[in-house]
């Protein structure tokens, strides 16, 4: 039977940021029905997350995909910055238009503090 969600939110699995990322989506897709994927990295192994992402067009029809990166990802280790960041997110917004012109996307960079910033 078909069904039909709203949104992918694709995030970290840092258990640092899951109380901030709840609280946002509370907020931002509130009565909205939401896929989530929280993986190390959040979209770092893209091709993993794109998967994830056909999967949740495919089945359940999404109109939205949510990027959530943030600040001291361990899963970066060295190469964790800012800039590598909005770049990576950008990666995957740019990826995932190819495929799927008609998503919205929207990127995120999450600081520890909480703060959400817009990319
Ligand atoms: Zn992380």
């Not at 992402?53 to 060295?78: M, R, T, W």
């Not at 238009?97 to 960079?109: E, I, N, S």
């Amino acid at each position: 039977m078909a069904h039909k969600c709203d949104a992918i939110v694709v995030t970290c699995m840092d258990f640092r940021i899951q109380k901030y990322v709840q609280d946002w989506i509370s907020k931002n897709l509130a009565g909205k029905t939401y896929d989530l994927i929280g993986y190390a990295g959040a979209t770092k192994e893209l091709d993993l997350v794109m998967e994830q992402i056909s999967l949740s067009k495919d089945l359940h029809h999404i109109n939205q995909a949510v990027l959530i990166h943030h600040e001291d990802c361990g899963a970066y280790g060295a190469e964790d910055s800012y800039e590598r960041h909005v770049q990576d997110l950008n990666k995957a917004k740019n990826r995932i238009l190819a495929k799927y012109p008609d998503l919205q996307v929207d990127l995120y960079y999450l600081y520890l503090s909480g703060k959400f910033e817009k990319i």
